[in-house]
């Protein structure tokens, strides 16, 4: 399975920006998706993840009420719309694939994006 994310950019606090996940070589609906950051020296963290058809999701309490977690399986595409930013939401911003799954731990993704920087200035 190949993931590639786009949409990252440079915002201003309070902006939004949507960013795609777009898998391929997978049956896409198999898998749960989540969305993972990095902060420059900080630990990956956890920001998001939807279950196989989209009817569950979850946040980190971070983003909840500012972030949407959506997907699409005819285009076999996930989204994270993202509002209200913050500097603090600065980071590289990456999406996974976790076989079967519904999880918040990076260990149990089994396929990762390259990853697409996000920077919100102040």
């Known amino acids: 399975v190949q993931l590639v994310e786009s949409g990252g950019g440079l915002v201003q606090a309070g902006g939004s920006l949507r960013l795609s996940c777009a898998a391929s070589g997978g049956t896409f609906s198999s898998y749960g998706m989540g969305w993972f950051r990095q902060a420059p020296g900080k630990e990956r963290e956890f920001v998001s993840v939807?279950?196989?058809?989209?009817?569950?999701?979850y946040y980190a309490d971070s983003v909840k009420g500012r972030f949407t977690i959506s997907r699409d399986n005819a285009k076999n595409t996930v989204y994270l719309q993202m509002n209200s930013l913050k500097p603090e939401d600065t980071a590289v911003y990456y999406c996974a694939a976790d076989i079967l799954r519904f999880s918040i731990v990076e260990d149990e993704y089994d396929y990762w994006g390259q990853g697409t920087q996000v920077t919100v200035s102040s």
């Open positions: 939807i279950s196989r058809s989209g009817g569950r999701t």
